[in-house]
Structures are given as structure tokens and as C-alpha cells.
């Protein structure tokens, strides 16, 4: 199921997941593997820059909270446990204009998430 594109933010859910959605404030338990974005509109998958899931851990953060990027802030907003999304980001709720990790990400990229929600503390 595609999600309508949000002012640079399209959501693909490619898993439903069971229980309560989660909310601003919550603090989520996420598996996920960045690529960036390529081909015509950046929509295919580029080069892999992370994942979590070699480490075995997700990364936990508080949704809404600006610990991540504005992209993963809004795109994992009412996610179920268990469910599985891809997240298509632009620029502008990425990493806008800046290179990250010694080009790893380089200025201006579209970024594509798989994400995994795996847990919601108090859940």
C-alpha cells in the first residue's frame, strides 16, 4: 500500500504490523537499511550507506523529537509493531545540502529507508 507523497515524503507500507500506532513522543525500537536514491525521480535503490541490521541492534529515538532526520521523524508516525515500511525521503527532510560521512551521503540526495518497527518502550 502506497501512502499519498507528504511535502516530500512518500511511504510505502510493505508489511502490516499489530497493536497501538505510534505517536510523537514515543520512544520506537527501528530496524532499518539506508540506500540512496537513483534513477529517474531517485526512486530506485542506489548504494547501501547503513544498516542495522549486521549489528543486530536497532536504533532507538523518540519520534518527533528531532533526534533523526525530519523524513524518519514524519515517516514512521503511526507505524504498528511489526510493521514494515519504505521510506522514499527528499533532500529537504534528509540531510538537505550537507556531505555526511566524508561523502558516504553526498549533499542533495534523495534517501531511501527499509524500515522495520520492532518495538514501542511500554508496549
Known amino acids: 500500500m502506497t501512502v499519498p507523497e507528504i511535502d516530500g515524503l512518500q511511504?510505502?507500507?510493505d508489511a502490516e504490523g499489530q497493536g497501538r500506532e505510534t505517536e510523537r513522543?514515543?520512544?520506537?525500537d527501528v530496524?532499518?537499511?539506508?540506500?540512496?536514491?537513483?534513477?529517474?525521480?531517485?526512486?530506485?535503490?542506489?548504494?547501501q550507506f547503513d544498516s542495522s541490521i549486521?549489528?543486530?541492534?536497532?536504533l532507538k529515538?523518540?519520534?518527533g523529537t528531532?533526534?533523526?532526520i525530519k523524513g524518519w521523524d514524519e515517516g514512521l508516525l503511526g507505524m504498528k509493531k511489526g510493521e514494515k515500511r519504505t521510506l522514499y525521503i527528499s533532500p529537504f527532510l534528509g540531510y538537505g545540502n550537507k556531505d555526511v560521512g566524508e561523502g558516504l551521503i553526498p549533499p542533495?540526495?534523495?534517501?531511501i529507508f527499509e524500515t522495520e518497527l520492532?518495538?514501542?518502550e511500554g508496549e
Open 108 to 111: 542533495n540526495s534523495t534517501l
Open 31 to 47: 530496524h532499518y537499511t539506508g540506500f540512496l536514491g537513483v534513477g529517474e525521480g531517485n526512486t530506485e535503490k542506489g548504494k
Open 66 to 68: 528531532g533526534q533523526v
Open 54 to 58: 549486521p549489528r543486530k541492534r536497532p
Open 25 to 28: 513522543g514515543d520512544t520506537v
Open 11 to 13: 511511504i510505502v507500507v
Open 61 to 63: 529515538f523518540t519520534v
Open 118 to 120: 520492532v518495538g514501542i
